[in-house]
Antibody, heavy 119, light 112 residues
């Protein structure tokens, strides 16, 4: 069964950092792009960025609105991807999802992990 | 960025009846490779989104044939035939033709 499981969320103070993990099972993550999407409370979906697979040199793209604060990486030997977040503010409070991307379709999504930025 | 506009934003439907959701793009979603990268997602209350339709009309794995996608260029439609209780939630269209990928605002489907 294909699964993606996020971890590493929680409460963080404004200005702080957090690293989310996304562990895949049931398939080889190395064959796919991985994207991160978030959803603020009661709001819609917001694309954050994505990392390509090895054949495409692990190329990364990010939403311009993030202003370089977020970094996506992956470790295919661990079947995992990561989202490193810096300079977090209250409007970064959201549920964060990792997704498996295949030809611009987000085929499978994790269960989501809540990040709360508050003092 | 490409803007996707969904209508209606709220769709109350009767069980067993049909529902249609429109998604209009601010520019054509036909890629240079000839494919149209428009997908539909469904998010049930309290759950993560799941893929329903990719490249306009292709149903993803284990998606019932009650769901169908159509359209071309800038105008797309998701139709749900014979609505069931499990179909409630928010439906999003999404484009992957041009970076950054963008989502519609979402359409909430509820049972009357």
């Amino acid at each position: 069964e294909v699964q993606l499981v996020e971890s590493g969320g929680g409460l963080v103070q404004p200005g702080g950092s957090l690293r989310l993990s996304c562990e895949a099972s049931g398939f080889a993550l190395s064959s796919y792009y991985v994207a991160w999407v978030r959803q603020a409370p009661g709001k819609g979906l917001e694309w954050l960025g994505r990392i390509a697979h090895a054949p495409d040199n692990y190329n990364t793209l990010y939403a311009a609105s993030l202003r370089g604060r977020f970094i996506i990486s992956r470790d295919d030997s661990k079947n995992s991807a990561f989202l490193q977040m810096h300079s977090l503010q209250s409007d970064d409070t959201a549920v964060y999802y990792c997704t498996r991307e295949n030809w611009a379709a987000y085929e499978y999504w994790g269960q989501g992990i809540l990040v709360t930025v508050s003092s | 960025d490409i803007v996707l506009t969904q209508t209606p934003l709220f769709s109350p439907v009767t069980l067993g009846q049909s529902a249609s959701i429109s998604c209009k793009s601010s520019q054509s979603l036909v890629s240079r490779d000839g494919k149209t990268y428009l997908t539909w997602l469904h998010q049930r209350p309290g759950q993560s989104p799941r893929l329903l339709i990719y490249e306009v009309f292709n149903r993803f794995s284990r998606v019932p044939d009650r769901f169908s996608g159509s359209g071309s260029g800038t105008d797309f439609t998701l139709k749900i035939s014979r609505v069931e209780a499990e179909d409630v939630g928010v439906y999003y269209c999404m484009q992957g033709m041009l970076s950054p990928p963008t989502f519609g605002q979402g359409t909430t489907v509820d049972i009357k």
